[in-house]
């Protein structure tokens, strides 16, 4: 992928969570918002819930915790302390927007079916946001590091799965409208994009040639 194309896909993501905020804002979406949660209310079981709730612990904060020391102790390992570093602070900073975008909006959760009972406010989602840029940035390394095409190509498709699985299972249990999943999608993958472009930015101003940090910017 070309450095421009990065921009674009940069710059959409933003106008996309944008356009989707005023429409949020605006009560374009509660419509769709009602009807698509209400459908996949009615799809409830005992056993569906059961899976829908480990999914959903699995993809909290604590779970993330785990998975991201996992994620940079690898890298410490393999001697890429400058990514673990970055890895790190992304994700922290990460997770602080998305409560700063929630205390902006302060739009409540869903108030009925719901089968966990949260009190903090919904949009975005933070499953969605934290998730995405946290496989990403996975994704990212296994790409950049890993050798086998095939293991590339199925962590892409694994992870699709595992986020979408994710989301649903936040509107599954009536804590997220769908479109607080979407803005968090959004959220999350312009977070990802912006992490790994940031230092082709600064490369090509040779702000990082001296640092070793340019190789975060030659993502394909």
């Not at 992928?1 to 106008?15: A, F, G």
């Not at 999608?185 to 040639?209: A, D, E, H, M, R």
Request: proline share 2%.
């Amino acid at each position: 992928m070309t450095y421009s194309k990065k921009i674009l896909l940069n710059l959409t993501l933003l106008s996309l969570f944008v356009l989707l905020t005023l429409a949020v804002l605006t009560g374009k979406t509660h419509s769709f918002d009602q009807s698509f949660s209400f459908f996949v209310y009615s799809l409830r079981t005992s056993l569906l819930t059961t899976v829908m709730s480990v999914i959903s612990f699995l993809g909290d904060i604590y779970a993330g915790i785990v998975i991201s020391l996992l994620v940079v102790l690898f890298l410490v390992i393999k001697k890429h302390q400058r990514d673990a570093v970055i890895f790190s602070l992304s994700l922290i900073i990460v997770e602080i927007a998305n409560h700063a975008l929630k205390l902006i909006f302060m739009i409540p959760r869903p108030n009925v079916s719901a089968l966990t009972v949260l009190h903090d406010f919904s949009y975005p989602s933070g499953h969605a946001m934290n998730n995405i840029f946290l496989y990403g940035m996975i994704v990212y390394y296994i790409s950049r590091y890993g050798k086998s095409r095939s293991i590339k190509l199925y962590s892409v498709m694994g992870v699709c799965i595992w986020v979408t699985l994710i989301g649903f299972s936040r509107v599954y249990l009536g804590v997220h409208y769908p479109t607080d999943v979407l803005a968090g999608y959004l959220v999350g993958l312009w977070s990802l994009t912006t992490v790994l472009i940031v230092p082709t930015i600064l490369t090509k101003k040779n702000w990082l040639s001296k640092s070793g940090l340019s190789h975060l910017g030659q993502f394909q």
